[in-house]
């Protein structure tokens, strides 16, 4: 791919998808949905930490025990530090999960890591990439926070503000951008891709071990988490899609146009369609523990 081509899709494609899915989080999203902080404290909260706290970790873990390249590694935990997209609220809507659950953990976990996806990466580029054999300036965390509140915040409070002035044409125009949000995935993944097509070529077998096991880690745990916390079949497969299931889209977005890296976005793109793969799997999985959950018979 040219360098007119690679530029074109690091500062127009790939920050206008994220926008344009970010919008139509937004187009889901009312104030009052935020009261569900208070009906599912336990489940709300456990999910929160979950994806803030335990993913992160788990990806630093996964990316030790694998012995990782320094770029490898960055790029995988990067993937954790990004909250849940809309491609997670569309798979649990697909598997009959929590969709109103789903749409809460997304919106909180897009909202702070706004602020702490910035204080983190001013920390683990440097300590990351030292390794590399290079010194690697920090990121300036304020600039990244105007940036990334641009690119998601704005966008969030656009949709939920038509969607309080003109709700039916909100809830239509959600309807159209549901499927688009997710081709938009798919396309930024394919795109970059394309772009370092030789890299991901040369670090399939290296890096998918590793990206796979982390995925699977995340599945797993919030299984276990929605067992743990008593929750229903539908809920725990929630927590599990919304742990595991990122947005990819934003964390492409870091590495290319934020931190102008391609190699760091290997991983990611990996990531991208492992995650997707093992939650449609998982939806077919537990779809038989929903039903008998809903008919009243043994899960």
């Given at each position: 791919?040219?360098?007119?081509?690679?530029?074109?899709?690091?500062?127009?494609?790939?920050?206008?998808?994220?926008?344009?899915?970010?919008?139509?989080?937004?187009?889901?999203?009312?104030?009052?949905?935020?009261?569900?902080?208070?009906?599912?404290?336990?489940l709300v909260g456990?999910?929160?930490?979950?994806?803030?706290?335990?993913?992160?970790?788990?990806?630093?873990?996964?990316?030790?025990?694998?012995?990782?390249?320094?770029?490898?590694?960055?790029g995988l935990f990067?993937?954790?530090?990004?909250?849940a997209g809309t491609?997670?609220?569309?798979?649990?809507?697909?598997?009959?999960?929590?969709?109103?659950?789903?749409?809460?953990?997304?919106?909180?976990?897009?909202?702070?890591?706004?602020?702490?996806?910035?204080?983190?990466?001013?920390?683990?580029?440097?300590?990351?990439?030292?390794?590399?054999?290079?010194?690697?300036?920090?990121?300036?965390?304020?600039?990244?926070?105007?940036?990334?509140?641009?690119?998601?915040?704005?966008?969030?409070?656009?949709?939920?503000?038509?969607?309080?002035?003109?709700?039916?044409?909100?809830?239509?125009?959600?309807?159209?951008?549901?499927?688009?949000?997710?081709?938009?995935?798919?396309?930024?993944?394919?795109?970059?891709?394309?772009?370092?097509?030789?890299?991901?070529?040369?670090?399939?077998?290296?890096?998918?071990?590793?990206?796979?096991?982390?995925?699977?880690?995340?599945?797993?745990?919030?299984?276990?988490?929605?067992?743990?916390?008593?929750?229903?079949?539908?809920?725990?497969?929630?927590?599990?899609?919304?742990?595991?299931?990122?947005?990819?889209?934003?964390?492409?977005?870091?590495?290319?146009?934020?931190?102008?890296?391609?190699?760091?976005?290997?991983?990611?793109?990996?990531?991208?369609?492992?995650?997707?793969?093992?939650?449609?799997?998982?939806?077919?999985?537990?779809?038989?523990?929903?039903?008998?959950?809903?008919?009243?018979?043994?899960?």
């Amino acid at each position: 791919m040219s360098d007119f081509w690679i530029d074109f899709v690091t500062n127009k494609v790939v920050p206008g998808g994220l926008m344009l899915v970010m919008f139509s989080m937004g187009l889901t999203l009312a104030l009052r949905d935020f009261a569900m902080v208070l009906r599912a404290p336990k489940l709300v909260g456990a999910g929160f930490v979950t994806h803030l706290f335990v993913l992160p970790l788990l990806a630093f873990l996964v990316g030790l025990i694998f012995q990782l390249s320094p770029e490898r590694a960055l790029g995988l935990f990067i993937v954790s530090l990004c909250p849940a997209g809309t491609t997670s609220n569309a798979m649990t809507f697909v598997g009959r999960g929590n969709v109103a659950l789903a749409v809460i953990l997304t919106a909180l976990s897009a909202i702070v890591t706004v602020f702490t996806i910035p204080i983190v990466l001013s920390w683990a580029v440097p300590w990351f990439l030292a390794g590399a054999g290079r010194s690697v300036p920090s990121p300036d965390p304020l600039g990244m926070m105007r940036q990334l509140a641009l690119i998601t915040l704005l966008p969030i409070v656009v949709g939920m503000v038509l969607r309080h002035f003109a709700p039916g044409a909100a809830a239509r125009l959600a309807r159209r951008l549901r499927p688009t949000a997710f081709v938009i995935v798919v396309v930024v993944i394919a795109i970059s891709i394309l772009g370092a097509w030789r890299m991901v070529l040369d670090n399939l077998l290296a890096a998918t071990p590793a990206t796979y096991a982390l995925n699977l880690l995340a599945i797993g745990f919030g299984l276990l988490l929605g067992k743990a916390l008593g929750a229903s079949a539908r809920d725990a497969m929630t927590l599990s899609i919304e742990t595991s299931v990122q947005n990819v889209t934003l964390s492409i977005f870091l590495t290319l146009t934020v931190l102008g890296s391609l190699p760091l976005a290997v991983t990611q793109n990996i990531y991208g369609v492992v995650m997707i793969l093992n939650a449609t799997l998982l939806i077919r999985w537990w779809r038989r523990r929903i039903e008998a959950e809903a008919q009243g018979g043994p899960a």
